[in-house]
């Protein structure tokens, strides 16, 4: 009723040049295109000075983006309009429309997905409020709007040629059963990537180690798989469903990449703990590796079975560095008690025989004067 009325107003208005329609059609189109003229180079270019005084360069990208799909649209739905004045047989505007209704999806499909790529850009930006969507997940997030659009866009534009989709959708249904069951393995990846990307429960240069004892620096996210390469250089590939099921340690992972080191060392019962301490944080002072904040301590920790057991514990600003230093503050530690003649113990044993039985009588050859047995044979014996 509304769609009569209005064009029962047009063909008013159109009356008053004559009764041709071929008039009032090339009228319509010339109108349209008058229109889109103004609001390109006069509308658009008014709302785009005002956007260059805003400090955001979004806005800029909106109005630069939209000129050219709202210009077209002007002008299909002008020639559109003039079509229905000439009343072109059916034969005609069977593929006339369509054929425009599909050059303008095109065109604000090219629209929708650069636009939807500089939203989620900025999105990315701004990990604060968007805690699924960062750098890490863009990617993921771009191929997700990608394939909804274009899917939304095909669906579209064969239903404007009276193409009947539900065939096709069964079939896409089966297809998709099938290929669920057979690749189950690169589904499970797959999703289990989606979930580590949205997760983060590592990045790209953390250090990682994995409940199989495998470490080192994480140097690929897939949505198949991680890879990892280790200290010796050997790159190793997990596959994301692995990942998503076991222990990971992130050795980067909190406010800072700093990493505490612990040098273990034990010293022998009677040495002077004091002196052991200070030793110990003369060696940290000394290394440049180690960080003066937060500063390095020594702890006593226990009565071992042969020594006194000591750590020094100080932070290095990376976890991959952690070998290398390790071996610096070892070899230090070493050559400083050697130094202050503190004994490191190591594992021997004495025997010590308080008396013989007193139906055996011991070689005094074999007894010391500290009465430790001598288990060296006395070869002039016999």
């Given at each position: 009723?509304e769609?009569?009325?209005?064009k029962a107003e047009?063909?008013?208005?159109l009356?008053?040049?004559?009764d ?5 059609a090339?009228?319509i189109?010339?109108a ?16 785009r000075?005002?956007?260059t005084?805003t400090?955001a360069?979004?806005?800029d990208k909106?109005v630069?983006?939209l ?5 077209y ?8 309009i003039?079509?229905s004045v000439?009343?072109l047989p ?7 429309f ?7 999806l ?8 650069r636009?939807?790529k ?5 999105m ?7 805690h ?7 990617p993921?997030?771009?191929n ?9 866009s ?7 040629w ?5 065939a096709?959708?069964?079939s896409a249904?089966?297809v998709?059963?099938?290929v ?12 289990s ?7 983060a429960p590592?990045k790209?240069g ?11 620096e ?10 990892i390469?280790t200290?010796?250089?050997i790159?190793v ?13 992130n050795?980067?992972g909190g ?11 034990g010293?022998a ?15 940290a ?5 180690i960080?003066?904040y937060?500063d390095?301590?020594?702890r ?8 006194l057991?000591f ?11 952690r070998?290398?230093?390790?071996h610096?503050?070892n ?10 003649n ?8 004495d025997?010590?025989?308080k008396?013989?039985?007193a139906t ?5 050859a ?5 009465g430790k047995l001598n288990?060296?044979q006395?070869k002039?014996?016999?």
């Amino acid at each position: 009723m509304e769609d009569a009325s209005w064009k029962a107003e047009l063909k008013h208005y159109l009356s008053y040049i004559g009764d041709n329609p071929v008039l009032h059609a090339a009228v319509i189109i010339l109108a349209s295109l008058i229109f889109a003229w103004i609001l390109d180079k006069v509308i658009m270019a008014w709302v785009r000075k005002l956007t260059t005084k805003t400090n955001a360069d979004f806005d800029d990208k909106l109005v630069e983006l939209l000129h050219k799909p709202m210009f077209y649209s002007i002008l299909v739905f002008g020639l559109t309009i003039a079509s229905s004045v000439i009343k072109l047989p059916e034969s005609v505007t069977s593929v006339l429309f369509p054929a425009l209704f599909t050059f303008l999806l095109v065109l604000w499909t090219l629209f929708g997905l650069r636009i939807t790529k500089i939203i989620l850009k900025r999105m990315a930006i701004n990990e604060k409020h968007f805690h699924l969507l960062h750098n890490q997940t863009l990617p993921l997030f771009e191929n997700l709007a990608l394939i909804l659009i274009l899917a939304l866009s095909v669906y579209y534009i064969f239903s404007s040629w009276d193409i009947d989709m539900s065939a096709w959708l069964a079939s896409a249904g089966i297809v998709g059963i099938a290929v669920g069951f057979a690749a189950k393995d690169t589904l499970a990846n797959l999703f289990s990537g989606v979930f580590i990307m949205a997760d983060a429960p590592y990045k790209i240069g953390d250090y990682i180690v994995l409940e199989t004892a495998e470490r080192g620096e994480v140097t690929h996210i897939g949505l198949r798989s991680t890879r990892i390469l280790t200290r010796d250089n050997i790159e190793v590939t997990v596959p994301n469903s692995v990942m998503g099921n076991t222990k990971v340690i992130n050795e980067s992972g909190g406010p800072s990449t700093k990493y505490r080191i612990r040098a273990q060392v034990g010293a022998a019962y009677g040495t002077d703990i004091d002196l052991v301490e200070k030793v110990l944080l003369e060696v940290a002072h000394n290394n440049e590796a180690i960080c003066s904040y937060p500063d390095p301590v020594v702890r006593f920790r226990t009565f071992g079975g042969s020594s006194l057991d000591f750590e020094l514990m100080g932070w290095i600003t990376e976890p991959a560095l952690r070998g290398r230093i390790l071996h610096q503050l070892n070899s230090a530690i070493y050559k400083k008690f050697a130094d202050h003649n503190i004994e490191i113990p190591y594992a021997k044993q004495d025997v010590y025989i308080k008396e013989f039985p007193a139906t055996m009588s011991p070689p005094a050859a074999n007894i010391d004067d500290d009465g430790k047995l001598n288990l060296a044979q006395d070869k002039s014996a016999g």
